[in-house]
């Protein structure tokens, strides 16, 4: 299977990418800035949580930005492997649980 080529993010993308729509720009940054502020959740285990659902996203962006994020946060390396098997068991969890259409199927099948 090829590799994709993904580019770097660099300061220059990111100021073409804000020159381009600056009013979505700082709305995304706005937002962003204030999901993952203390709130309810400390910020470790929102950067925790932001981990996992890079890993379930597959954005190799999102994964560096947030390990090192949920690292500035205090996470442990043993705390940020925990989040990727928790979002691996969710992964894998929806094929498990969508397996009942299918048995649904085959049960429909054998009595039909």
């Given at each position: 299977?090829?590799?994709?080529?993904?580019?770097?993010?660099?300061?220059a993308?990111?100021?073409?990418?804000?020159?381009?729509?600056?009013?979505?720009?700082?709305?995304?940054?706005?937002?962003?800035?204030?999901?993952?502020a203390?709130?309810?959740?400390?910020?470790?285990?929102?950067?925790?949580?932001?981990?996992?659902?890079?890993?379930?996203?597959?954005?190799?962006?999102?994964?560096?930005?947030?390990?090192?994020?949920?690292?500035?946060?205090?996470?442990?390396?043993?705390?940020i492997?925990?989040?990727?098997?928790?979002?691996?068991?969710?992964?894998?969890?929806?094929?498990?649980?969508?397996?009942?259409?299918?048995?649904?199927?085959?049960?429909?099948?054998?009595?039909?």
């Amino acid at each position: 299977m090829a590799e994709m080529h993904l580019p770097k993010a660099t300061r220059a993308l990111a100021d073409l990418r804000r020159r381009l729509a600056p009013e979505a720009d700082a709305g995304f940054q706005a937002f962003s800035n204030a999901v993952f502020a203390k709130g309810a959740l400390d910020v470790r285990t929102k950067q925790l949580i932001a981990v996992a659902v890079a890993h379930v996203t597959q954005c190799p962006w999102c994964i560096e930005g947030h390990v090192k994020a949920a690292r500035r946060a205090g996470a442990s390396s043993e705390e940020i492997m925990e989040a990727i098997w928790v979002a691996a068991e969710m992964r894998a969890g929806a094929a498990f649980a969508h397996s009942l259409k299918t048995l649904d199927l085959l049960s429909a099948e054998e009595e039909g």
